[in-house]
């Protein structure tokens, strides 16, 4: 499975403390590891600060958006 992020939110990803930097690539690496959920559309991830936004295409997961409450 490959990731991709778009420009927004890889800005994001490196704008956010380190705490929470970490959260958001747990959050990644916990939707490549998903074998069974394909979101045809647009599909979330959460963890207990941080979310991301994110598609699959075929074996691509785009990463949307990435936020974080902090």
Known sequence: ???????????????VPEETH???ITLIDAITEDTVTRAPDLAAAFGAWCWLVYTVHGDVIEVLDVGCAR
Request: hydrophobic share 55%.
């Open 1 to 15: 499975m490959r990731v991709e992020l778009i420009q927004r939110a890889a800005d994001v990803l490196f704008d």
């Open 22 to 24: 970490g959260e958001i």
